[in-house]
């Protein structure tokens, strides 16, 4: 339960009138979805088709579309609570101050004299455009003779 407590906090350790409603509101809107999808599987589950002289008043088709805007309207209001939750908090509360940037440390770079490349007509091109010579084997030592 301590994460609960640190969640209903401020930076000092007390109860926080805007968390603590923020956690109600949340509470009530979670409550009642669940009544209103109880309720609506109850009262399908119950339910007896009422014809009244060839006119069907009543059918016991489920059509999920009520309890789908009864849900967003039930959400739309908890996003209106927590906007206006975030509102008070940003009017209430001093500014954090900003963590200090630690600057990096200066690096002395040297620079090394970079050598041209080497230019790309004469021998030297001509010698990087040739594959290299196979080397010779090297030689071998004479084979003695078992007797």
Same mark, same amino acid.
């Given at each position: 339960?301590?994460w609960?407590?640190?969640?209903?906090?401020d930076?000092?350790?007390?109860?926080d009138?805007?968390?603590?409603?923020?956690?109600?509101?949340?509470? &009530?809107?979670?409550?009642?979805?669940?009544?209103?999808?109880?309720?609506?599987?109850?009262?399908?589950?119950?339910?007896?088709?009422?014809?009244?002289?060839?006119?069907?008043?009543?059918?016991?088709?489920?059509?999920? +579309?009520p309890?789908?805007?009864?849900?967003?309207?039930?959400?739309g209001?908890? &996003?209106?609570?927590?906007?206006?939750?975030?509102?008070?908090?940003?009017a209430?509360?001093?500014?954090?101050?900003?963590?200090?940037v +630690? +600057?990096?440390?200066?690096?002395?770079?040297?620079?090394q004299?970079q050598?041209?490349?080497?230019?790309?007509?004469?021998?030297?091109?001509i010698?990087?455009? +040739?594959?290299?010579?196979?080397? &010779?084997d090297?030689?071998?030592?004479?084979r003695?003779?078992?007797r």
């Open positions: 339960m301590n609960i407590r640190s969640t209903l906090t930076d000092n350790g007390r109860f009138v805007a968390y603590v409603s923020l956690f109600g509101v949340m509470g &009530a809107v979670i409550g009642a979805i669940g009544v209103m999808c109880v309720l609506s599987a109850f009262a399908f589950y119950r339910c007896v088709p009422v014809v009244r002289e060839t006119v069907a008043l009543v059918t016991c088709s489920y059509d999920p +579309q309890l789908g805007i009864a849900i967003g309207a039930a959400c209001g908890f &996003a209106t609570a927590l906007g206006a939750l975030a509102g008070y908090m940003l209430t509360r001093p500014p954090r101050p900003a963590a200090p +630690q +600057q990096p440390s200066p690096v002395n770079i040297q620079m004299p050598t041209p490349p080497p230019p790309a007509d004469g021998p030297e091109a010698a990087i455009l +040739q594959p290299p010579a196979k080397l &010779a090297p030689p071998k030592a004479p003695k003779r078992r």
